[in-house]
């Protein structure tokens, strides 16, 4: 039969269960209290950069990407219609003046010209058979002339006789009308053959002019055909770099038409590409810095370019120091365009924390943690933000990005 448990063994037992269940509930609320410590997210400090929130000056910049191009270009012209023969030297080459870039040929050229010669030798030849052609009847007519004077002369005497006869009556009056009539008759015939002689030479003086003003043209003409026969060369008038050449043989040229771009390699420009949402804060005159080697060359906003091409505004710079020797052509460089500035401004430095928008959200280092707090930017420089709202001057913040933790309002450190 069963025997009544001893009072000490059952003391014993209910401590035990005490004990026991005390302990769960320790550990319960162990874990109630730091469980929310233990899951929440922790940073190592040196796993992330920071930076503190200064005043001090900054300038709101457009960030582009640009390449440094030469300052200056020459442009080698075809002085005549003629076929591509040889390309001598290609894009790249560096030529020196007088140096030959590629042969063309002047064949059709040439023919044009011997045939301008042959015009003006027909209108020359032209010209002295007229002149020919007027004296041989100047000499016909000056013939008439003098022997229409002579026959005018004679018969002015007859009349003069028949006069002195009819005064004594020795002649009828008939006699002398009939003298008169002769004498008038030769005196009208002279005075026509001198005004066709008159009319003879102002007709062919006007021939003659015209013929002069035929031959000056083909003289010009055939001038000028010659001297861009003689200016059909393909030399480079100056020592630089071919940036461009015809890029194929037996190609035919008209005149006028490039045939090759020589660039001056000592000084610079630079030519720069950036996103068209910036295309309204591009202004020609602006500060521009250039980033060479880390360093800042100054220069200035020349030419913004109209169209849009792929969703880029292509713009030019010129350079203060067109002629800085880290300069080289087609070197790619960060060109800042200085849209605003700033003299003492509360400002942050940049980092990936920042992804863009005037609001963002930023952790801000606070012991052994860091709290998010919204950001209001403004301006962006090269180097720091301007902080408008939600810091203030000595405030250290992550500058790493931070997207990972954006849902939570702290984040510890160790």
Do not use: C
């Not at 270009?73 to 040889?86: I, T």
């Not at 020592?239 to 008209?254: A, D, F, I, K, N």
């Amino acid at each position: 039969m069963d025997r009544e448990l001893d009072v000490s063994f059952r003391r014993g037992v209910l401590r035990r269960r005490m004990v026991w269940v005390a302990g769960s509930m320790a550990l319960v609320v162990s874990v109630l209290l730091f469980l929310p410590g233990w899951l929440r997210p922790s940073l190592a400090r040196e796993q992330i950069r920071t930076g503190k929130v200064d005043r001090g000056p900054i300038e709101g910049i457009v960030e582009a990407s640009g390449q440094v191009i030469p300052a200056f270009e020459g442009v080698l012209s075809s002085p005549v219609e003629a076929r591509v023969e040889k390309i001598l030297k290609r894009p790249g080459e560096v030529v020196k003046a007088g140096e030959e870039i590629l042969r063309i040929d002047t064949s059709e050229s040439r023919i044009a010209l011997e045939r301008l010669e042959d015009q003006l030798r027909k209108k020359a030849n032209e010209q002295a058979q007229l002149r020919i052609n007027l004296e041989k009847s100047l000499t016909a007519l000056h013939g008439k002339i003098e022997s229409q004077k002579l026959d005018v002369e004679a018969l002015r005497y007859r009349l003069e006789q028949n006069r002195k006869l009819r005064g004594e009556g020795l002649v009828s009056e008939q006699v002398l009308q009939a003298s008169e009539v002769e004498a008038k008759k030769a005196r009208i015939e002279l005075d026509q053959l001198q005004e066709q002689s008159g009319n003879e030479h102002r007709s062919t003086d006007a021939q003659l002019q015209g013929l002069e003003l035929d031959l000056a043209t083909l003289r010009r003409d055939r001038d000028e055909a010659k001297r861009q026969l003689e200016l059909a060369t393909t030399r480079s008038d100056r020592s630089g770099v071919l940036t461009w050449v015809v890029p194929q043989e037996g190609t035919t040229v008209r005149r006028g038409d490039v045939i090759a771009r020589i660039a001056d390699l000592d000084s610079f420009r630079v030519e720069a590409t950036v996103s068209d949402v910036h295309s309204s804060a591009l202004h020609t005159g602006e500060a521009v810095r250039v980033m060479l080697d880390g360093q800042p060359l100054a220069g200035r906003l020349a030419q913004v370019y109209p169209t849009i091409e792929n969703g880029t505004v292509k713009f030019t710079v010129d350079l203060d120091d067109k002629r800085n020797t880290k300069l080289r052509n087609n070197l790619s460089v960060d060109v800042l365009v200085v849209t605003d500035s700033r003299a003492n401004a509360l400002r942050v430095p940049k980092g990936p924390y920042a992804q863009g928008g005037a609001a963002v959200p930023v952790f801000v280092i606070q012991g052994d943690h860091a709290s998010r707090r919204t950001v209001r930017l403004g301006i962006s420089g090269y180097e720091h933000f301007e902080v408008l709202e939600g810091l203030a001057e000595g405030d250290e913040v992550i500058l790493s990005d931070m997207r990972d933790y954006v849902h939570l309002s702290r984040v510890n450190l160790k």
